[in-house]
């Protein structure tokens, strides 16, 4: 890959592939795109136990780059997606890069290069104006949502047994429970027809199900995301549509290899916080008893497959201390050689802010694409410690660099519910053999990542690297020593949800310390205590999944009235937002009841998919609680 400059940007570029190279690539696109498409049309009855495609673990890195044809030629690299991000056509770069085509890929392209291809009188190519841009954009791109639109869930009802249930014994939260339900219906997608007839001109990738997407900008499937919308679905009572949307990222995994953190193509590259089995384990909990047993034999072996990848691809091996021994536990390290399409511009320039302390923008991209996987997008969680001056500065990210609690603890839960979920099946040596991982993984934890000081699990940095292997040979694996990082998180927390264990004599201290570090507030529970960075996953931004995780994780180890605490809190923020906005936000300030969050790439966004589905669990914990 060679670097093409000119006084004014750096791009990525290959060199031209041959003819014949360029319509096989083409072709071989519009083959894989159509299967994709044909089987997104397929009817939901059908996604049994055949109805899943072979299994696979999918490869190591998948660089959105400019031998890939087709739709990743326009919105994953090139010149016209370089343009139109940094010269900012769009206030979001999330807008192009959603619109589809209206013409071919191929066909685009060369309008593109006819067009914009001439040479300025010193030879060099002159640049397009932003005008002239936006002209083009509007010639040849739809304006978002062609690809994929709204749809009524199928099993939505206006007056659901929860709202029946809030009417009567818990009426102050009423008009707020109302809008939840609505809202999750007008949050309700599908692919569009038009999407699975035209493959080669959208980003879109097509799912076989409805889904409900978070709202705002975001309007496709999310993995992690999805966790917290179904369990609200479930108490709402559309246990087929949240079925549906499990299956949607079950269908992505078999078809790629792995869950991308959503469904564009410009998410292949990554995934998300691997939150399937637990996706799993609520919707099999929602469903008849005779019909389970079907539908796990169908989906357990994709999730021991998502578990191998996550091993394979997301892992790394660290030395004891004191010994020669190491120990294995896993990070988010996305391979990535350019910006994310979706923030190309403000990736340019966090990468150009890291050079002039000798950073590569290689480096960067990768640290901001493995933050993005992490679903902390972004946190000073990732930023340097080392230097004071720079702990508040994104140009310091280097998540590839951190082993994170909460990955390792939802890793964890992961290996406990495979286990069971294999037991149910009576298949004896696949859940021992997960149960066996799960005490390792929980003893590895407790080995590198808990802080006797703190009274908690901290992240953990990398340090120095070696190989294993033979002196002077290339054959081994990598080795690393490491320290424990001081920062203050609410991901510390994760492994108390997670189902492990404190260590002997540290309970009493780990609470206190949880409410002494300036976590809680009357607004709900802030991502971190301390200096704020500016960015949306530190203080004062309480994100409505941490408010689940901690609630959920103070009722496994007995603390309900502190549980009750977070509930309470949550659900007045919630009647606040609906009452005085009429609609929910995807964050909230902590110290600031019903009051939207703030910072990050992005405005605030308002829908929003997992905000209702937390919302809806707390209100059917609520009334679980007064019975």
Known sequence: MRIRKTEHYSLISEPSPSKLDKYLLQALFTIVFAMAAAFASTDSSMLGDEGLPGSRTGPQKFLLDSSMSGPYRIYCTGELLHFVQTLKIFPDGKSFVDMPMKEPADVVSQAFA????????????????????????????????????????????????????????????????????????????????????????????????????????????????TYWTIKGLVSLGMVNTAKGCVENLL???????????????????????????????????????????????????????????????????????????????????????????????????????????????????????????????????????????????????????????????????????????????NNAQISEHFHTLAMQREETMRQIMWSDEKARWQDVELLAETRTGTSGSSVGSSVFDFRRREGDYLSSFYPLWAGASIPHGFENKLFSSMQASGFFGSGGVQTSSGVPSGQQWDTPNAWPPLQEILHSALLRHG???????????????????????????????????????????YVPQDGFGWTIGVAATFLDEELRAQS
């Not at 009235?561 to 923020?573: G, N, Q």
């Open 559 to 601: 603390k309900t009235e502190e549980a009750a605490v977070i509930r309470d809190s949550y659900l007045k923020a919630m009647a606040f937002s609906w009452k005085n906005n009429g609609t929910f936000f995807e964050k909230y300030l902590f110290n600031e009841t019903g009051k939207t969050g703030h910072g990050g790439e």
């Open 114 to 225: 006819k067009r914009f291809d001439f040479p300025s009188q010193t030879g060099e190519h002159e640049h397009p104006s932003p005008s002239q841009l936006r002209e083009f954009v509007d010639e040849y791109f739809w304006p978002a949502g062609k690809d994929v639109e709204a749809c009524t869930p199928l099993d939505w009802v206006s007056n659901p047994p929860l709202l029946s249930a809030v009417q009567s014994r818990l009426p102050q939260y009423l008009s707020m429970s109302q809008g939840l339900n609505g809202e999750a219906a007008k949050l309700c997608r599908r692919t569009s027809a038009w999407a699975k007839e035209n493959p080669q001109q959208t980003s879109a990738l097509p799912v076989p199900h409805n889904f409900v997407v978070p709202g705002g900008r975001f309007g496709e499937t999310y993995y992690w995301d």
């Open 251 to 425: 269908y992505l995994k078999q078809q790629y290899g792995f869950v991308p953190n959503g469904a564009r193509i410009y998410y292949l590259n990554r995934s998300q916080p691997p939150m399937l089995p637990s996706m799993v384990q609520v919707v099999l909990s929602a469903m008849p008893r005779h019909s389970r047993a079907e539908w796990l034999n169908s989906v357990l072996p994709v999730l021991i497959d998502e578990h191998t990848w996550f091993m394979k691809h997301r892992s790394v091996n660290l030395r004891l201390e004191g010994s020669s021994g190491m120990v294995t536990l896993n990070r988010y390290n996305v391979e990535n050689e350019s910006p994310r399409p979706e923030s190309y511009n403000e990736d340019v320039e966090t990468a150009a802010a890291a050079a002039s302390r000798g950073e590569s923008n290689t480096t960067i991209w990768s640290a901001l694409a493995s933050g993005a996987e992490s679903g902390w997008d972004f946190s000073s969680r990732w930023f340097s410690e080392s230097d004071p001056s720079m702990r508040q500065q994104l140009s310091s990210i280097s998540t590839n660099s951190i082993v994170p609690v909460c990955l390792n603890a939802i890793l964890l839960r992961n290996e406990r519910i495979i286990s069971e979920l294999a037991a149910e099946q």
